[in-house]
């Protein structure tokens, strides 16, 4: 019985309507029923139930999925809720497909974010992406010394986020910008790594994703080449792994 049961967040995910993060955060503001019920977080589905958000019917998990690379322009939020951001990513690209952002890319900041209807390749890159690089070019507000190149990718502690930052490829590129490799996602990270050595960020831009690279222009979408969405689909493929405690205990031992 349980078999033909799905978490709610797990079946809109897989319905292409949000990722699973998204879903839990509709679920907990009362946005999301079962068969016309308000459910409590983790419930499950069944099959034959009536799955709506905002009143609108969540269907079965489509097919032909949307892979975008997309160049945000600074100011613009990476949100779904386009009821509360007025600048929302959604509604500035207004493409005709739902589609969400996977991950996020700060107002302020601009550059490459990938988009898809594909809640379940957002899950898979979420979960894995303390191990995938994403690279920024940044600006800051003095020049730049080899001490600060030291010890942005030596790691630095955030307070704020009681937590620090890992090992990390740094660049200097002229005497006001560098390129930055991260394997982690903190929240405003980047800036905040440079806030802590009396940098300002002027500038940050993303300009690539693992292996899809920024080449369109400011405000512009592609779609994923087959190769890109290829390399980009082996990358990820053991991203389940590291839910996985077995795997998880197999890799400490191997440490």
Do not use: W
Request: hydrophobic content about 30%.
């Amino acid at each position: 019985m349980s078999d033909n049961l799905t978490r709610l967040n797990k079946y809109l995910s897989e319905a292409g309507y949000c990722s699973r993060r998204e879903a839990d955060r509709l679920i907990d503001a009362g946005r999301v029923t079962i068969n016309d019920v308000v459910p409590e977080m983790g419930t499950k589905v069944a099959s034959g139930d009536v799955v709506k958000v905002d009143g609108e019917i969540i269907g079965e998990r489509k097919q032909d999925f949307v892979y975008l690379a997309f160049n945000k322009p600074v100011g613009i939020v990476c949100t779904t809720d386009t009821r509360v951001e007025k600048d929302n990513i959604i509604d500035y690209i207004n493409y005709p497909k739902r589609i969400f952002p996977i991950g996020r890319l700060d107002k302020p900041s601009e550059g490459l974010i990938l988009l898809t209807d594909d809640g379940d390749i957002v899950n898979k890159i979420l979960r894995a992406s303390n191990n995938h690089e994403k690279e920024y070019v940044v600006t800051v507000d003095k020049p730049i010394s080899q001490t600060f190149i030291q010890r942005m990718a030596g790691g630095i502690y955030i307070e704020e986020l009681g937590k620090r930052t890992k090992k990390c490829e740094v660049k200097k590129i002229d005497k006001h910008t560098f390129s930055i490799i991260l394997t982690q996602g903190l929240n405003r990270q980047i800036r905040r790594m440079c806030e802590y050595l009396n940098y300002e960020v002027q500038t940050l831009k993303r300009v690539r994703i693992m292996n899809i690279k920024l080449d369109m222009p400011v405000g512009k979408y592609r779609e994923l080449t087959k190769d890109e969405f290829k390399t980009l689909s082996e990358l990820i493929s053991d991203s389940k792994k590291t839910s996985d405690p077995k795997q998880h205990s197999r890799r400490k031992n191997r440490r």
